[in-house]
């Protein structure tokens, strides 16, 4: 398993929705450059909830059917548009892209050495109606998840 995958499976490890079913449904937006990895993680189990990840086309994405977003390319235009129509729904987000973060994306993946880390947008994760354990911080300052 890739490094990055770990790491997001990590961050959706230690994230608990307001009402969560048996599936833990991650979508993958854009173009991905980690995100093969992440659709053969399909099928994991993650605390203890089936993970189905699939790839959704940005123009026909309804996020209503995610309960998380993994973004590659998407333009901050765009990010806006879709943001503001999920506002206040439980919606985990995580980017490839650092830009997205200072525009509302909770998670954003960036190089710490040789390793994955990520960058954490905590006004973010407040509004967001999730809970996310204070353990994703210990996380973020580290290159690899546990």
Known sequence: MQAVTRTVIGILGYTR????????????????EYGAGLLQSSGLAV?????????????????SECDGLYVGDMGEQQWRKLMQ???GRPLLT???????????AMFCLSRQGEGPG???NLDSIARSGLRISPKI???ARSKAVP
């Open 47 to 63: 605390a203890g909830r089936r993970l189905s990840v699939k790839q959704v086309d940005s123009a026909q994405l309804k996020a």
């Open 118 to 120: 990520f960058e954490v």
């Open 85 to 87: 129509q999920e506002s």
């Open 137 to 139: 911080l210990q996380l």
């Open 17 to 32: 929705w307001p009402h969560e079913s048996e599936e833990l449904r991650l979508c993958a937006v854009g173009a991905t």
């Open 94 to 104: 995580i980017s490839e892209r650092s830009a997205l973060c200072r525009i509302g």
